[in-house]
Each structure stands twice: as structure tokens, then as C-alpha cells.
């Protein structure tokens, strides 16, 4: 499966949301610190790039929508297809196949 059909695999999963509405995955680059994955105060240890990835779902309380964040989902990568990847295992991992459904 290339990555459009998983991003869009992820969205669809009938775990992370209802008939009525979809999954979001947002990707946002963030310059890290490479020996620690992490944002440093000192800006100039953040020398590489990383795309992280949350995963939402809307859910209708009764009077309003909500939005879950899956924590059991963050992830990232050196590239927003790696992300993808790595957030697609993670969706079978946690919630399975639903293509075999």
C-alpha cells in the first residue's frame, strides 16, 4: 500500500471514528535535537528536521463535538512518509486490520 492509500486507510478506520466523520492526522515539522529526539531551549542544538504525527477523532458528546486525541498513536519521522508509515503500523497494532473485517 503506498502512503496516500494509508494516510487515507488511517482517516477511514472505523475505531478512530464514526460513519459521519473522519480521522485527522496532523503533521507538523519540528527541528530537533538528533541525538535526542527532542526540542532543546538552545536552538542551536536543533539541527534536523522531523515530521511528528497526532492522530484525532471528532466525537458527538450529545451537544457538541469533541475532538479525542490517540496518544497510543504520536509518532514521527525524518520524512512525512516515514511518519505515515510509522503511524499506519501503529493504527494496526492498537486497532487492527479492518480491511479484513
Do not use: C
Not at 22 to 41: A, C, G, M
Request: aromatic share 12%.
Amino acid at each position: 500500500m503506498n502512503h496516500v492509500d494509508k494516510y487515507y486507510w488511517i482517516i477511514d478506520h472505523p475505531e478512530l471514528g464514526d460513519k459521519s466523520s473522519q480521522s485527522s492526522i496532523e503533521l507538523t515539522p519540528h527541528k530537533v535535537n538528533p541525538l535526542n529526539e527532542t526540542i532543546e531551549d538552545d536552538i542551536s542544538l536543533n539541527t534536523e528536521y522531523r515530521w511528528w504525527v497526532e492522530v484525532t477523532s471528532p466525537e458527538f458528546d450529545g451537544n457538541d463535538w469533541e475532538y479525542i486525541h490517540h496518544w497510543n498513536l504520536d509518532t514521527g519521522g525524518k520524512t512525512a512518509e516515514e511518519a505515515i508509515d510509522k503511524v499506519y503500523d501503529l493504527v494496526l497494532k492498537h486497532y487492527g486490520n479492518y480491511d479484513e473485517i
